[in-house]
Structures are given as C-alpha cells and as structure tokens.
C-alpha cells in the first residue's frame, strides 16, 4: 500500500507539521495501527479508508501518535484532506467519520484546505501548582479545553516569553490530560499573525508538536474573544513553524492552511 509524509499548515517542505497518510480499505487491527505509526515516528499517523455511499461520512478516519490513539487530530486530518485531493481519491467537501464525530475538510480553489472542527469549550481553571516551575515562565490565566482537546491552555506575559520556553517535559506532563498550550499576543500583528502558540505533549510521545490543529479549536474563541475578531491567524512557533488562519462560528471553528506532500513509497509490513 502506499504511504506518504505530508508536511501540513505550510506551503513549503521541512516546515510545518509531519504526518503520515495511509489510505485503506478498512482498518487492520490496532497493535498493526500503532506499529506502523511507531515506525513513521511523526506528530501523528492518519489512517482512512471509504464508507458506503448515503451515510453521514464519506470517509473513516484515525489518529495515532508513536505511542497512543488520540481522540482529535487537525495537522493529520489536513493531510488526509491533502492525499485525498493530490490523488483525485476524492472530489468536493470530504466528510469523516472521527472519535470526535464528523469532521469536514473542504479543498478551496487557491489549494489552501479548511477543515470545520467543534469549538473547544474553554473553562478557566487555577493556575496548577508547580506548573510555572515546569513551563519555565508565570501563567497569567489556565483554561481547561474540554475533552476532545483535553489540554489546559495558558496565556504568557508576551510573545517573546513564549518563543524562549525551554520546559522541563517530564514535568509538564503532570499537568494535564494531554498537553500544555502555551500562548500570547502577537508582539506586531502586521508581521501576518495575531497570536502565538508552542504546544507540548510529552504525555503523548510528543515533547513539543511542530503545529497543532486541534489546540486552535481553543486558541481561536480564546483569542476571539480578546480581540473582538472572528477571523484570526495564528503562529505556532516551534523549530519548523507554521500558520493556521482561524474563523470562529459558534460551536464550530474553522482551520485553513495548506499542506505539501514530501515523500511517498510504498509500505510492504
């Protein structure tokens, strides 16, 4: 079967967020699921495969990082969408049946893809004890994400605090269910984005993930509602960097970005 790397919410290679792409016909067992993503050893490892006509999805779609399953995945959903779209495997808005429920990744006529998420229902929290020890810097809020991000979201004095993290991730992964979001105003919006993000989830075999999709379910109505805006762009500024330009409906939020395809092969296990 084939197997492709695709660099997603970038439109160049080596940049963004790595994801394998297996389309099957159905799903093998899970250890051959998670073995085959253990070997990719990216972020994440998308598998799908085609669902009968006339039902509410199109396609079926997992998420498994080199140790777990997750519940909601948005880089590797993107470069499913990608795959999906490249190879004339599917034509139109692609509906997929998740652990998250029906997600929509729709190709739009300039390439980008827009991909419709729930909107992470944010509750702020107290600051955890010990978590600005393990974060190396001060929270100024904490919000919990609800359970489909399952990460606690917290905001730094600036940007430049959240470029210089150099967290302790053994500790950090006390402190919540999946991961942190590590957040702050953009410095100079006219630089193309008007938040920053670094998001760590070493709970999940990931120290810290290049872009995350799903944790701008939660920055998006964060931000929005900061900055009175419903359309945002946000930087998630790890090592390889990207760009996620966010709209917010109500319960839904909107994630465009685009995606390139880097390598491709053919898997023989």
């Known amino acids: 079967m084939r197997i492709r790397i695709v660099d997603a919410f970038t439109d160049r290679p080596f940049a963004g967020n790595p994801a394998g792409v297996l389309l099957l016909n159905a799903f093998p067992d899970d250890a051959w699921l998670q073995n085959v993503a253990l070997e990719v050893n990216h972020a994440e490892t998308a598998f799908a495969h085609p669902l009968p006509e006339g039902g509410e999805a199109d396609w079926a779609l ?3 990082t080199p140790v ?28 997929f049946a998740t652990r998250s429920g029906v997600l929509i990744a ?16 944010l509750t702020q929290v107290e600051v955890p004890a010990r978590l600005a020890e393990a974060l190396g810097a001060e929270p100024l809020s904490a919000h919990d994400t609800g359970p489909n991000v399952g990460d606690l979201l917290v905001e730094l004095a ?21 991961g942190i979001i590590a957040t702050a105003r953009a410095e100079d919006p006219s630089q193309g984005h008007d938040f920053v993000s670094r998001c760590f989830f070493p ?7 290049p872009v995350t999709g799903s944790a701008h379910t939660a920055l998006a109505p964060y931000w929005s509602e900061r900055l009175g805006r419903p ?22 939020t909107l994630l465009t970005g ?3 395809t880097v390598i491709e092969g053919e898997l023989h296990a």
């Open 106 to 121: 729709t190709t739009n006529d300039d390439g980008s893809i827009t991909l419709d998420f729930p909107t992470a229902p």
């Open 68 to 95: 777990t399953e997750v519940a909601m995945c948005g880089h590797a959903t993107l470069a499913t969408a990608h795959v999906l779209a490249t190879t004339d495997a599917a034509e139109g808005p692609v509906r």
């Open 158 to 178: 600036d940007e430049k605090t959240v470029l210089g993290l150099a967290p302790d991730h053994k500790a950090l992964a006390r402190h919540s269910e999946r």
């Open 203 to 209: 709970r999940m075999g990931i120290d810290e993930d």
């Open 231 to 252: 359309d945002l762009t946000g930087l998630q500024a790890s090592p390889r960097s990207g760009l996620v330009r966010t709209r917010l409906n109500g319960d839904r």
């Open 62 to 64: 997992r998420w498994f």
């Open 258 to 260: 685009r995606a390139v």
